[in-house]
């Protein structure tokens, strides 16, 4: 049995805690999760047949602002691996400086195998079954692992349907990530892939390298491991290995990226592209390269595969890719690791930046997002050196802590209700 992803988080937060000597109090509030919505709704399928499904809506801290954070639709999808997700979010959003909470909900299903259809009245029979647990200014969701624009669009438009008359811009904002039509912003579906790539800079700034002419090597080619490949590959970086769930392709020249871009968008895989060699799947570990960027699910980076690897820089773009065991592997070999809070929060940024043009009714131009974008990740990364010389620390706990603190300055201020 594996451990509890929840429980691992919880170790990172606490040991971040420790450093900066936080708030009991604040540390107990933070150890769990707010609310923990769990619904079971039931879906007809194309063939007539009724199906039940589970899902889940975890609203972890709202101290800063609304909830905030994903819907992941995938077959292991349960309630410890959502808490865990929750709670990434509070310290991402909160590291970041954006004004929410974190959340994080999903549908235990694998959506390869349902139809269109069956995935539109299952992602409108769940919105409604969450009712009031989400809002514009209560709860915001957005894509994550399984999930696209056009499934938040359905959320949106389900969410407009049972509202009220009036608020019809504001209510777009019940859910970020939608398609540009209807409300999405430019740049947001690039936006996580372009901070793991701002991020990855900022440690060639940090260590006096070049980004142009880096190896690198992705795991997961979904929305945030294929837009960062590009816009790494746009850079100069040599992508030299790329892996998804069915193949793990090599080319020691650099794998031509907007090739393989456009044949995984046609084939919804990589299996089968000409321009790499396919090779075993853990051998893409053991490929000495600059930078290793886990872009797939959580607990990758074991301990065994943290000992094959060869790399000087581990960029989280996923959520909790490396084990705890993998990553004192990593560090007691001199590997950084940007931590995902840090890495990957591109994507919540942006879906900032689409629930404010929500709420004007205005849209910006996609030069606007980009500098926005990359002023709010330098920042955070800048705040995370200088805490990490503060406190003699790893890159993970400092981010905690620049996160932590204003937590905790908030909730100083506020108080704790009653
Ligand atoms: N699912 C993304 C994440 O893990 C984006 C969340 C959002 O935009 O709210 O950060």
């Given at each position: 049995?594996?451990?509890?992803?929840?429980?691992?988080?919880?170790?990172?937060?606490?040991?971040?805690?420790?450093?900066?000597?936080?708030?009991?109090?604040?540390?107990a509030?933070?150890?769990?999760?707010?609310?923990?919505?769990?619904?079971?709704?039931?879906?007809?399928?194309d063939?007539?047949?009724?199906?039940?499904?589970?899902?889940?809506?975890?609203?972890?801290?709202?101290?800063?602002?609304?909830?905030?954070g994903?819907?992941?639709?995938?077959?292991?999808?349960?309630?410890?691996?959502?808490?865990?997700?929750?709670?990434?979010?509070?310290?991402?959003?909160?590291?970041?400086?954006?004004?929410?909470?974190?959340?994080?909900g999903?549908?235990?299903?694998?959506?390869?195998?349902?139809?269109?259809?069956?995935?539109?009245?299952?992602?409108?029979?769940?919105?409604?079954?969450?009712?009031?647990?989400?809002?514009?200014?209560?709860?915001?969701?957005?894509?994550?692992?399984g999930?696209?624009?056009?499934?938040?669009?359905?959320?949106?438009?389900?969410?407009?349907?049972?509202?009220?008359?009036?608020?019809?811009?504001?209510?777009?904002?019940?859910?970020?990530?939608?398609?540009?039509?209807?409300?999405?912003?430019?740049?947001?579906?690039?936006?996580?892939?372009?901070?793991?790539?701002?991020?990855?800079?900022?440690?060639?700034?940090?260590?006096?390298?070049?980004?142009?002419?880096?190896?690198?090597?992705?795991?997961?080619?979904?929305?945030?491991?294929?837009?960062?490949?590009?816009?790494?590959?746009?850079?100069?970086?040599?992508?030299v290995?790329?892996?998804?769930?069915?193949?793990?392709?090599?080319n020691?020249?650099?794998?031509?990226?907007?090739?393989?871009?456009?044949?995984?968008?046609?084939?919804?895989?990589?299996?089968?592209?000409?321009?790499?060699?396919?090779?075993?799947?853990?051998?893409?570990?053991?490929?000495?390269?600059?930078?290793?960027?886990?872009?797939?699910?959580?607990?990758?980076?074991?301990?065994?595969?943290?000992?094959?690897?060869?790399?000087?820089?581990?960029?989280?773009?996923?959520?909790?890719?490396?084990?705890?065991?993998?990553?004192?592997?990593?560090?007691?070999?001199?590997?950084?690791?940007?931590?995902?809070?840090?890495?990957?929060?591109?994507?919540?940024?942006?879906?900032?930046?689409?629930?404010?043009?929500?709420?004007?009714?205005?849209?910006?131009?996609?030069?606007?997002?980009?500098?926005?974008?990359?002023?709010?990740?330098?920042?955070?990364?800048?705040?995370?050196?200088?805490?990490?010389?503060?406190?003699?620390?790893?890159?993970?706990?400092?981010?905690?802590?620049?996160?932590?603190?204003?937590?905790?300055?908030?909730?100083?201020?506020?108080g704790?209700?009653?």
């Open positions: 049995m594996s451990d509890s992803l929840h429980a691992a988080a919880n170790k990172q937060f606490q040991q971040a805690a420790d450093l900066i000597d936080l708030n009991p109090e604040y540390r509030i933070l150890s769990q999760p707010e609310n923990e919505v769990i619904v079971n709704f039931p879906v007809r399928m063939s007539g047949e009724l199906k039940l499904f589970k899902g889940y809506r975890i609203q972890h801290n709202n101290v800063l602002g609304p909830y905030k994903g819907l992941r639709f995938h077959p292991d999808v349960d309630l410890d691996e959502v808490k865990a997700l929750a709670a990434w979010m509070t310290f991402k959003c909160s590291l970041v400086g954006l004004p929410y909470g974190g959340a994080k999903g549908v235990t299903i694998n959506p390869r195998e349902y139809s269109d259809r069956e995935l539109e009245r299952l992602v409108r029979r769940f919105t409604h079954q969450l009712g009031d647990t989400i809002g514009p200014e209560i709860d915001i969701p957005a894509p994550d692992v999930t696209n624009a056009q499934m938040m669009d359905w959320i949106m438009d389900t969410y407009a349907n049972v509202s009220g008359p009036g608020g019809r811009q504001q209510l777009r904002g019940v859910v970020t990530g939608k398609s540009v039509e209807v409300g999405g912003s430019l740049g947001r579906e690039a936006a996580t892939g372009q901070g793991v790539l701002y991020a990855l800079r900022h440690w060639c700034g940090e260590t006096g390298q070049r980004l142009s002419g880096l190896t690198v090597s992705i795991q997961g080619f979904g929305n945030v491991g294929s837009h960062f490949a590009r816009l790494a590959a746009k850079e100069g970086c040599l992508i290995a790329v892996a998804d769930h069915t193949a793990t392709l090599h020691p020249s650099g794998i031509d990226i907007p090739r393989l871009f456009d044949y995984a968008r046609e084939n919804r895989m990589i299996k089968g592209f000409d321009g790499a060699d396919e090779v075993d799947t853990d051998d893409l570990f053991s490929i000495a390269v600059d930078a290793f960027i886990p872009a797939a699910l959580e607990n990758q980076i074991t301990k065994d595969r943290a000992d094959s690897m060869s790399c000087r820089v581990v960029v989280e773009a996923a959520n909790g890719p490396t084990t705890s065991s993998g990553e004192d592997v990593l560090l007691s070999r001199g590997v950084d690791i940007i931590p995902d809070v840090l890495a990957n929060a591109g994507g919540v940024v942006v879906s900032y930046f689409e629930w404010l043009q929500n709420q004007s009714g205005r849209a910006w131009r996609v030069d606007d997002v980009d500098t926005r974008l990359r002023e709010i990740i330098w920042d955070a990364n800048d705040k995370v050196v200088a805490m990490r010389a503060e406190l003699s620390c790893t890159h993970r706990d400092a981010a905690y802590a620049v996160s932590l603190r204003r937590l905790a300055d908030v909730y100083d201020r506020r704790i209700f009653p």
